[in-house]
């Protein structure tokens, strides 16, 4: 370990820091508070920022961990596409995942502030807008092969100059999405946003100067540095890989994907290296190289015992490494808007491997990630009806306990929809959305379980479209858990058109049609035959577990509410015996 | 024969806090520990003490008001009623699934709040109501009375019923009533529509649910009150503060404790409110620092802004208002309160990276600060304000215990000055400054991050800790004025004294505006208004002693959540475009700008509030003879510039002529701390202090 490190001054230090902190979040709730859209105030898909005037970042407020260390990307372009030519009252913005952007409905809007005409900071946001134009409604489509069917690429640009409105780009956003009012009233929350940063940065530069402000940035981003090189430090030193697999994307059906990582760690720093995954797919699933440090920096920290202030010197510890024309580095013209299936996968691929260096902190594989799906057409009276939802909600069991159920997902905390707005504002109904049993992972510690929801159709015609995982391939469990349970699709169950759906699809639908969604059972940690029978016998009462599951999967008999404990001996041991030992670290398959 | 006397009652978790208050204006006030097996036995016999010291008897008694813990502890401690759920076939896990929303980023040992009810007490029923109101699949009575049947044999105290859509149409749930009333009369029952019939199935059932868990146990509670001072003679009424900072009797507290829940810092807010008023401050930031946190609320011309949605039970603090999902979701008027993880005893600590940092760990009451002497060993706000001279080494006036300055200089300097490269003292500035920042965030949570600038408002600053950093507050944020009331650190029992019975209603409708039937939401509102003039009326309240407002929550067709707007008079044809322009103002104001005309307002939910109009309380003259007396200097210290300066020790009578800072004014319960170039002034009517920037 280092000397205790000096901060000049480390009051004002830490009213600096304080103080910057607060204006991102200020930024991140004018964001909430203004904006109209449920995409952002209900799901936060947003992030705000602040960068020094070179475009280092140096304090996020709400960070969607998606956006993880997007902006000095995105900034950087900015910066190179206009140089000098920034001045006072100019607001520059971008989308296009080719020059800075990470997937087209992220809209970066950034504002330099300058204080007696010297660029001290940028205050940044990013909002994913509910509609940036494209094939299909929502800019989401995950069977999109181009990036030019996904919407209006906007390369980094001026939306003001110098105070005054880019009317041209403001007619051409107008002109090429669905719903120009909304987009048009979530880019004023990014403006407002930016503006309140501006003046409150203003007054502490006004207090410390230029010099003194520059001075209170280095040491806040040496500050974090040390924070994450100590945090880092304290970690094993080695080298873990992992591997999984996606479905396929929606294109080239029945066609696995490839995810790789590397996990290089020596003293204080640590290499992310998705060299071996995929080259790029046809389908909407591609990342940028931003997307793939996102979840990268997102597996790093959940790893990590401290609480670290995000900002540059928290990346300089971390190195990430993608080859070009890789799913987790794409190149022209791959198509990106579904990117997020990806992400939420190299999250459990990652955590796969960082399981190996932290076996006393890491989850076994979560449901996947969030599910897609949309419902789109025409009502009777030639109304246009979009109906998103994002859902998701089962983790992984832990090292010390059961996964969670019904908890968003570690790389998004979207929140869910309420059912009945959705039924009064889209013709959808929804006829069920509750726990499956017998669906999670077993493990002295059981994944969280997963859930079934029901949505039917009463629109007279409809294009639904699904954007799921893990239906060939099951979440892992670790350390002697089991694997989990596939995700489902099914088109009218228990009818006599019942049938079983892909995991990505998109197709037309009638009147009075249901789609089943169920998501993957995350996996389980530690030997089910371990599991003390009557935790087992709990989850049984709460029908997590049923009885004959009780046997199945953890080798407990259950007789009349209650633990039979001498067949529940002969069942383990019989069971132990016909396994031999519990498969380590990681289980892929379901037992035999 | 009614007395004259006014009670005030504030349990608190070490200590239940009474205050009385005469028809002259004369005050009496009296602390004791609380009784935290039986809360009731504590105000009993502590009111008997303070009645007999201020030589009064239970005849003087002519009301009682009380915040109450009960129900926010039972939530905390997980203490509450065995509840069964009834809910709609398919939807058996609404109350766990929630919003899925979770409190914080990145970390893998989040645990949720286990639901109230466990899933084996979690029952559905084929039924189903559609979003316009219509049956879709009738309700199985069979099968609703199996389920009771069900519940009532693994034993519950409580029935929740909440179905989906009930909101459209509550005769399933009306159903349920009926049924629970035949097969279960000994089992309180509860269906959602009459708890909160708004929109929203995770809310609504969350709430009912609250609503059970916490009833057996507030109506026993309100019970063994009321009969212990019925034994002590005392036969005046009982009314609880609401979360809303209105008071409501006890038999209705009992039936609907879930507006109960966070009685206890409304008392204060309530109170601020009140003694502003005759100083000429209608808007005001309140801000109640005790030892372990701070909260802030904002009162705008005279009334407390409202929330809609507490979390309850979960991590008391919350850091920022941007992530949610730490506690148990209950909508209920409640008083716009943030807090934060700041009081006097907050740990001071330098992080790994070398910056000094206080909090959010606490050296709570035990072991407390290291001055205390009880074997606490990590440097705390507390003994920085006893390192920097603002504390009396002796104790506080009242306080039976002497502070252990050496211990803390030493624990400062080996834990914090030195590994900064700092002296003890400014270190210890240092750390009241930052203290100073954090505390920052809860009063800009209710007001800049609300779109309101805080500073034309006066900071009134109560609490234990409150008027030791009142002024430290007001200055960091720009506020021109600091009040301290009197008996700051029991202040939110003398609140109490100034509040109203208050009540509220609500009903979704949901109808886009221009094309709704103004009849309709005529009749709708006008329920709701009978409801509350019903309620009234059988507490006693003449007509003319009650006012009913109305207010809608609205949006544009589109957004996900309302604002709320007033209105009054009836509603027909042309209160239509009145209704959607008043949206279109209160649009405006919170987010910056308005839609076009055209652009359709949708109504979601009516409501009414009705007020009953007692007589008011009258200000309080001078507090008991036990305030300290002042007198003497002391040094302290006023940061690296100022230096160490001999400041004077004052009685609050002192501060009838104005003085100039830097004086410390100590007290029975607190020290108020006015810096150099600060001016204080006693105000007689209210005896609070106020703080202004001295003139030169």
Redesign the interface.
């Known amino acids: 370990m280092t000397a205790r490190p000096t901060i000049a001054d480390p009051i004002a230090f830490e009213l600096f820091k304080n103080a910057l902190i607060a204006i991102a979040d200020e930024m991140a709730l004018t964001i909430t508070r203004t904006t109209y859209s449920g995409v952002l105030k209900d799901n936060m898909d947003f992030s705000t920022a602040f960068c020094d005037g070179d475009g280092r970042l140096i304090a996020q407020g709400l960070t969607l961990p998606g956006h993880l260390g997007s902006l000095p990307t995105a900034l950087r372009a900015a910066i190179e596409r206009f140089g000098d030519s920034i001045v006072d009252g100019d607001v520059l913005c971008l989308n296009d995942p080719y020059a800075g952007g990470m997937h087209l409905p992220d809209l970066f809007v950034f504002k330099p502030i300058f204080h007696e005409g010297v660029r001290v900071a940028f205050a940044a946001t990013i909002c994913h807008h509910t509609d940036v134009g494209g094939r299909v409604a929502g800019s989401n489509a995950a069977d999109s092969t181009e990036i030019y069917q996904e919407g209006l690429r906007i390369p980094p640009s001026k939306l003001f100059r110098a105070g005054q409105p880019n009317d041209t780009l403001f007619d051409m956003i107008r002109a090429n999405v669905r719903l120009p009012v909304l987009v048009e009233a979530d880019m004023r929350a990014q403006l407002a946003a930016c503006h309140i940063a501006e003046r409150q940065f203003l007054e502490i530069v006004a207090d410390h100067g230029v010099a003194g402000t520059r001075a209170l940035i280095d040491e806040l981003i040496d500050y974090s540095e040390r924070l994450t090189r100590s945090a880092i430090g304290g970690l094993p030193d080695g080298e873990w890989s992992f591997e999984d697999w996606i479905d396929d994307d929606g294109v080239d059906l029945g066609k696995p994907i490839r995810l790789f990582v590397t996990f290089r760690k020596a003293d204080d720093r640590i290499e992310a290296d998705w060299t071996g995954s995929n080259p790029q797919v046809r389908g909407a699933i591609n990342n940028t190289f931003s997307y793939t440090q996102a979840a990268s920096y997102c597996a790093i920290r959940c790893v990590l015992d401290e609480d670290i202030p995000t900002n540059e010197g928290f990346f300089r510890a971390i190195d990430v490494v993608a080859p070009k024309g890789t799913i987790a580095n794409m190149e022209l013209p791959a198509a990106c808007a579904a990117r997020g299936l990806t992400g939420f996968r190299m999250i459990d691929c990652a955590l796969g491997a960082l399981a190996m260096m932290r076996p006393d902190k890491v989850m076994a594989a979560s449901d996947g990630g969030n599910t897609g799906i949309s419902i789109g057409g025409w009502t009777a009276d030639r109304k246009p009806f979009v109906y998103v939802d994002f859902t998701c909600g089962a983790w992984g069991a832990r090292p010390w306990a059961d996964g969670l159920e019904g908890n968003a997902n570690i790389f998004s905390n979207m929140a869910s929809q309420s059912v009945e707005i959705t039924e009064a504002e889209h013709p959808v109904e929804i006829l069920r959305y509750e726990f499956l049993t017998d669906r999670a992972g077993a493990g002295l510690y059981r994944g969280g379980a997963p859930f079934g929801r029901d949505y039917r159709i009463k629109a007279t015609t409809a294009s639904l479209q699904v954007r799921a995982d893990r239906a060939s391939f099951r979440p892992y469990g670790l350390y002697g858990g089991a694997a989990g349970h596939f995700a489902r699709n099914i088109l009218n169950p228990g009818t006599a058109g019942e049938r079983p759906l892909s995991p990505k699809f998109t197709m037309d639908v009638v009147a009075g049609d249901v789609l089943r969604h169920e998501l993957a059972g995350p996996g389980g940690w530690g030997d089910p035959l371990e599991r003390p029978p009557e935790a087992v016998l709990e989850d049984v009462r709460d029908g997590f577990v049923s009885i004959a599951g009780a046997l199945r999967d953890y080798g407990v008999v259950i007789l009349a509410d209650s633990v039979d404990a001498a067949a529940t001996a002969a069942a383990r041991a019989a069971k132990a015996k016909a396994r031999g030992p519990a498969p380590t670290p990681f289980t892929r398959e379901a037992a035999s | 024969m009614s007395g004259q006397w006014r009670v005030g009652v504030d349990i608190g978790g070490t200590f239940t806090d009474i205050v009385l208050l005469g028809p002259d204006g004369r005050l009496a006030v009296r602390k004791v520990s609380s009784s935290v097996d039986d809360y009731a036995r504590a105000i009993v016999e502590g009111l008997e003490i303070a009645l007999r010291e201020a030589g009064l008897t239970a005849a003087d008694v002519s009301e009682i008001r009380h915040g109450a813990t009960v129900a926010s502890n039972a939530i905390l401690e997980r203490r509450g009623a065995k509840v069964g759920l009834i809910g709609t076939e398919?939807?058996?896990?609404?109350l766990?699934?929630?919003?899925?929303?979770?409190p914080r980023?990145?970390?893998?040992?989040?645990?949720?709040p286990k639901p109230l009810v466990?899933?084996?007490l979690r029952l559905t029923v084929p039924e189903r109501i559609?979003?316009t109101g219509a049956v879709t699949t009738p309700l199985d009575l069979a099968a609703a009375a199996a389920a009771i049947d069900h519940l009532v044999g693994e034993g519950v105290d409580a029935i929740a019923v909440a179905f989906?859509?009930a909101?459209a149409n509550p005769v399933h749930e009306q159903a349920m009533a009926r049924l629970m009333a035949e097969r279960a009369p000994g089992v309180a029952a509860c269906i959602s529509t009459d708890v909160l019939p708004e929109?929203?199935?995770?809310e609504r059932t969350s709430t009912t649910v609250v609503n059970c868990y916490v009833l057996p146990i507030v109506a026993a509670y309100l019970k063994s009150l009321k009969a212990g001072l019925r034994d002590q003679g005392i036969a005046a009424p009982v009314s609880l503060m609401q979360s809303s900072g209105g008071l409501t009797p006890a038999d209705a507290a009992a039936r609907l404790p879930v507006h109960i829940i966070e009685s206890g810092p409304a008392g204060g807010v309530v109170g601020a409110q009140a003694l502003a008023a005759p100083l000429g401050e209608a808007s005001i930031v309140s801000f109640d620092m005790g030892g372990t946190t701070a909260k802030a609320a904002l009162v705008i011309d005279g009334r407390a802004e409202r929330a809609d949605e507490l979390q309850v039970g979960g991590e008391a603090i919350q850091a920022?208002?941007?992530?949610t999902g730490q506690g148990y979701s209950v909508k209920t008027r409640a008083i716009d309160l943030a807090e934060v993880g700041a009081g006097g005893g907050s740990i001071v600590w330098?992080?790994?990276?070398?910056?000094?940092?206080i909090g959010p760990k606490s050296a709570g009451a035990s072991p407390g600060p290291v001055s205390y002497g009880m074997g606490g060993t990590e440097p705390t706000i507390t003994d920085a304000n006893l390192i920097l001279g603002y504390l009396n080494p002796a104790g506080l006036a009242g306080g039976e215990r002497t502070l252990d300055l050496a211990a803390a200089r030493a624990a400062f300097k080996a834990k914090v000055a030195d590994?900064?490269?700092?002296s003890v003292e400014?270190a210890a500035?240092?750390a009241r400054?930052?203290a100073v920042?954090?505390m920052?965030?809860a009063i800009?949570a209710v007001t800049?991050?609300?779109?309101r600038d805080p500073r034309s408002a006066a900071l009134f600053a109560f609490g234990g800790n409150g008027p030791m950093f009142g002024w430290d507050m007001a200055a960091a944020l720009g506020m021109q004025r600091v009040i301290a009331p009197p008996a700051p650190g029991l202040f939110s029992a003398f609140g109490l004294l100034y509040a109203e019975v208050e009540h509220h209603y609500g009903r979704t409708l949901?109808r886009v505006l221009a094309s709704a039937d103004p009849e309709e939401i005529e009749r709708a509102w006008r329920s709701l208004e009978d409801e509350g003039s019903a309620q009234l009326t059988a507490e006693g309240f003449k007509p003319a002693d009650q006012e009913v407002r109305r207010s809608a929550s609205l949006r544009?067709k589109?957004?996900?959540?309302e604002l709320e707007v007033d209105w009054s008079g009836a509603f027909d044809l042309a209160a239509r475009d009145g209704l959607a322009e008043a949206f279109g103002v209160e649009h405006a104001r919170?987010?910056?700008?308005r839609?076009g005309l055209a652009?359709p307002v949708e109504l979601i939910t009516l409501r009414a509030s009705g007020r009953g109009l007692g007589e008011r309380a009258p200000l309080a003259k001078s507090t008991d003879r036990k305030a300290a007396a002042g007198g003497g200097w002391r040094p302290a210290y006023f940061g690296p510039e100022t230096g160490w300066l001999e400041t004077p020790i004052l009685a609050r009578s002192d501060l009838a002529e104005q003085r100039i800072g830097p004086f410390i004014v100590e007290e029975y319960d607190a020290t108020c701390l006015a810096p150099p170039g600060v001016s204080g002034q006693l105000e007689p009517v209210t005896n609070a202090i106020t703080l202004r920037r001295a003139k030169v």
Do not use: C
């Open positions: 398919g939807f058996r896990d609404i766990e699934i929630r919003t899925l929303r979770m980023l990145y970390d893998l040992a989040w645990e949720k466990p899933r084996r559609d979003a989906l859509n909101y929109i929203r199935e995770y920022s208002r941007l992530l330098i992080d790994a990276g070398g910056a000094m940092q590994p900064l490269g700092l400014d500035f240092g400054r930052i920042a954090n920052m965030r800009r800049v991050e609300r779109g949901r544009y589109g957004q996900t959540h919170v987010y910056g700008h839609a652009e």
